[in-house]
């Protein structure tokens, strides 16, 4: 029974600030690839970032980086997403998500664990 619960989400004007968490259980999160994506309506699931077990490795799709920043806690089994200088484009909803193999992929499909996912809107 793995779980993953994401929360955070709502609405925010553009060039707003939002942060994201992803509260885990029963995966061995501190040996566990995190990852973040996102999906807008009618479009696929698409890559927004991912974590290394230490926390010391990190990619961003590259609309977002320089704007969010993904970090980890592993002795509160969490991940967070910290989402500054917000744009419309950046409006979905955010999904967290672990691999059972731990690899560092960008590839949804590559994911076997996932969260039923938190709105973010941008307005402006």
């Known amino acids: 029974q793995m779980q993953l619960v994401e929360s955070g989400g709502g609405l925010v004007q553009a060039g707003g600030s939002l942060r994201l968490s992803c509260a885990t259980q029963?995966?061995?999160?501190?040996?566990?690839?995190m990852g973040w994506f996102r999906q807008a309506p009618g479009k696929e699931r698409e890559f927004v970032a991912l974590i290394g077990r230490s926390g010391r490795t990190t990619f961003y799709a590259d609309s977002v980086k320089g704007r969010f920043t993904i970090s980890r806690d592993n002795i509160a089994y969490t991940v967070f997403l910290e989402m500054n200088s917000l744009k419309s484009e950046d409006t979905a909803v955010y999904y967290c998500?672990?691999?059972?193999?731990?690899?560092?992929?960008?590839?949804?499909?590559?994911?076997?664990?996932w969260g039923l996912g938190t709105q973010v809107t941008v307005s402006s």
């Open positions: 998500a672990a691999p059972s193999r731990g690899i560092k992929s960008r590839t949804a499909d590559d994911y076997d664990y």
């Open positions: 029963g995966l061995p999160f501190s040996w566990s690839v």
